[in-house]
């Protein structure tokens, strides 16, 4: 079986090549295709995957290519985790957004949609070449905003493209360890948009727990989204955020650490990468032991400025295990080929399951999977305040898709302006005329 991975000259490829290697099972992955348009990213990351498949018989093979067709062809499933831009234009995302005083995090807000409106035409072409090139592929979508642009390739590729987020499985993970659960067992009650949603209930042995954490102050502020967002505001909720709600719920004081911040998020990936990427330029450095050190510490310093904000101090080791999209990923491919049921929180159409929204409306939900793809499971109505903030930020989704289909820089200023995080049409205007200018690739915003 074939899994092409875009973006292949990635910094989390290992984690997926690492995955496979660990399934031993019949139908398992055999060869692995990279695909990047940087043949230096991809030679250094191809080094990575050579030490780690050293000694484990059976490896998958690996090949590479700056050819997006040949790396299409043949593929049974296809990975797609490009970054548009690179860090250098989260860099800018950020500090365009910020300059305004609005938040310009990747996914969320100003950043978001500046992210999106580049990325969106992008991800079409693939799911075009794909549809053409790979009709019977599925594709599982990890490029950010994700729930945004599974929406755009579900266009073109239908229920075929099926997006992943590691963030809820490591929310799920950590309520389920809290509680004493098994994190493998437990069944996660979340619904929502990418980046968006709400974990309501966490079933252990068909009971749920849920209402013993909130009932305890000194277990609910044990983890990390107790630390982020505070004990009594949990409970005022009746459920646990997405830590990307820390945003939206404490806006201002996120957007002051950002701005106080010696550097924004992207400026330190892009710096901590450029290293890595440099370093492995040289034939003799240690790859695995090299992409090992700087993930550590990329995991160390995520969301930073929001645990300061919140005054939540450094990641508790126990918080550091990743959510494991890598494992998502496999899990949902293993489903699907081999008709193996497996119920996983994905990024799918909405169909009947949250009713204020659109039956194409992509979600964030516990879904079903079998060989007929990802099937959204029944859950609960979302409370007034989720649902309005749900639909909210859905319409400025849409806002952006209509403006990256029709390139109407009118349509681009009323997605950021409608925004819940844009507080001001003025702020929107400038926002676009700023990410214009940062931005070559959105030069296709006109009139």
Partial sequence: MQLTILGGGGFRVPLVYGALLGDR?????????????????????????????????????????????????????????????GLEGRAADERVALAEGVLGQETVGAGGIAYGLRTVPVAVDIARRVARLAPDAWVINFTNPAGLVTEAMSRHLGNRVIGICDSPVGLGRRVARVLGGDPDEAFIDYVGLN?????????????????????????????????????????????????????????????AAYQ????????????????FYEALGHPGAPALKTWDATRAEREATYMAENREAA??????????????????????????????????????????????????????APCSVDANGAHPMAVGPLPGHATGLVCSVKAVEREVLA?????????????????????????????????????????????
């Fill in 403 to 447: 403006a990256a289909d029709s390139g109407s820089r009118a349509t681009a200023v009323k997605a950021f302006a409608l925004h819940p995080l844009v507080d001001s049409v003025a702020v929107a205007r400038r926002l676009v005329e700023g990410y214009r200018e940062a931005h070559p690739g959105l030069a296709y915003l006109r009139g």
């Fill in 260 to 275: 106080a911040a010696e550097q924004t998020r992207g400026a330190f990936l892009r710096d901590q990468q450029a290293r």
């Fill in 311 to 364: 005054g939540a101090g450094e990641r508790a080791e126990e918080d550091l295990e990743s959510g494991g999209y890598e494992k998502v990923a496999l899990a949902l491919m293993r489903a699907i080929a081999r008709d193996e049921r497996a119920t996983l929180i994905l990024n799918v159409r909405n169909g009947a399951t949250l009713a204020a929204l659109d039956a194409d409306a992509v979600i964030e």
């Fill in 25 to 85: 099972s019949e139908g398992r992955v055999t060869d692995v295709v990279l695909h990047d348009l940087d043949a230096g990213r991809l030679d250094a990351v191809a080094r990575v995957l050579a030490e780690q498949a050293a000694g484990v018989p059976g490896a998958p093979a690996v090949t590479a290519t700056t050819d997006l067709d040949e790396a299409l062809r043949g593929a049974d499933f296809v990975f797609s985790a490009i970054r548009v831009g």
């Fill in 195 to 255: 980046h968006l949603g709400w974990l309501r209930g966490l079933r252990i042995a068909g009971r749920d727990e849920l209402p013993r954490l909130l009932a305890d102050p000194e277990l609910l502020g044990s983890f990390e989204e107790g630390r982020l967002f505070g004990v009594d505001w949990l409970r005022s909720l009746g459920a646990i955020p997405n830590e990307y709600l820390h945003y939206y719920y404490f806006n201002r004081e996120a957007v």
